[in-house]
């Protein structure tokens, strides 16, 4: 890795070739820069040190610093809005973004003007969830569950119950809670 040092007080950079430099007598600050690279994942902030070694007339002198990468990405999780004719699935595709790695995914509903009866059987039915364009579904059993780093889209489907009743378009909520370890 490269980085510059300063014996000037960064008014000139010099790159560190990994050897030894002079410093003068009585120079009492040596100014160290190094870049560190943004990327776009959520994820804890990040330390790393640097040691500096002073030989001074053949006796060592060592001492280090540690530098922490302060995390600038925000992950988010967004649900649209979803519309079905009563009787079919209820589809919601989630978009996740900046995901760290290790994250999970909390789904929740809610009633709005529909009723659990109207849009997820009084058997208990779940709905499903899939990690892979709809390949796959995986019943939903209300714990969290991985989702991958990065960015990602989770479809998700909910049956609604046919009934026989005439009624006003009918209301629930789908919420998605996003745990991003960064």
Not at 66 to 81: E, K, R, Y
Not at 114 to 139: E, I, K, M, N, P
Not at 153 to 181: K, P
Request: aromatic fraction near 8%; proline fraction near 2%; avoid cysteine.
């Amino acid at each position: 890795q490269v980085f510059q040092y300063s014996l000037d007080g960064g008014t000139t950079w010099t790159d560190y070739t990994g050897t030894a430099f002079a410093v003068n007598p009585g120079d009492s600050t040596v100014n160290v820069r190094i870049d560190t690279i943004d990327d776009s994942i959520d994820e804890a902030d990040e330390t790393f040190t640097l040691t500096g070694t002073l030989n001074s007339n053949g006796t060592d002198y060592t001492d280090l610093g540690t530098a922490t990468i302060t995390d600038n990405d925000t992950p988010t999780v967004t649900v649209p809005d979803s519309t079905a004719v009563e009787g079919a699935n209820e589809t919601f595709d989630i978009a996740i973004t900046g995901a760290a790695a290790g994250s999970t995914l909390t789904l929740t509903t809610a009633d709005g003007t529909a009723v659990d009866a109207d849009y997820l059987a009084t058997t208990g039915q779940v709905f499903q969830y899939s990690l892979d364009g709809g390949t796959t579904w995986t019943d939903y059993t209300g714990t969290a569950f991985a989702v991958n780093p990065g960015d990602s889209t989770i479809n998700v489907r909910i049956d609604t119950i046919d009934d026989s009743v005439d009624e006003a378009d009918e209301t629930f909520t789908l919420t998605g809670t996003l745990n991003s370890n960064g």
